[in-house]
């Protein structure tokens, strides 16, 4: 799709959500860059998350809404866990398992995967049907390593890697 084009309809898409908008900047938890931000907006159907992100390495990322407001290093045991203050995948209905963004027996955080291109710059947005902007607050939106097959198999938490990218929701989010 042209770029022209494609900016064209994610505008009107993002019209009428511009008063319940959130920006999210994403900081790269190795470096403490920042990396861009995610513009996060509601629309009839569901919530919008767009990045305007650069500098990541290329391919499909797993994204989550993690449930801590937090991008700080945790310990688990006498390891370092980087991005590990954010806590695990935001699960309020206690699920326990990981999933796609449309069903409804997993993870509400559970996001569709990010691409990001090959020159490192992430553009296209993804939506996600189940998630209000209201589920944002006190949380933070997570970039890990490697993709997300949206299972806990073969791997738990959809194969993905390491936490990479990081950035906490501002406690002021709208309520919708």
């Not at 890697?161 to 406690?171: D, K």
Request: hydrophobic fraction near 35%.
């Amino acid at each position: 799709m042209n770029r022209y084009v494609f900016s064209f309809l994610l505008s009107a898409i993002s019209l009428n959500a511009v008063a319940n908008e959130l920006k999210v900047n994403m900081t790269d938890l190795n470096t403490g860059k920042s990396v861009g931000q995610i513009t996060v907006s509601k629309n009839k159907y569901g919530t919008l998350f767009v990045p305007a992100l650069s500098g990541i390495s290329g391919g499909l990322h797993g994204f989550h809404i993690h449930e801590n407001a937090s991008c700080e290093p945790s310990m688990k045991g006498d390891v370092k866990v980087v991005g590990g203050g954010a806590g695990g995948h935001f699960d309020p209905s206690k699920t326990g398992k990981h999933g796609f963004p449309w069903t409804t027996t997993n993870h509400l955080g559970d996001l569709p995967a990010l691409y990001i291109d090959a020159d490192g710059k992430g553009e296209y947005p993804v939506l996600a049907p189940r998630v209000k902007l209201k589920h944002l607050k006190g949380r933070s939106l997570m970039i890990h390593v490697g993709g997300d097959n949206h299972s806990d198999h073969p791997n738990a938490l959809g194969g993905g890697g390491a936490r990479l990218i990081c950035g906490v929701v501002e406690s002021k989010s709208p309520k919708k």
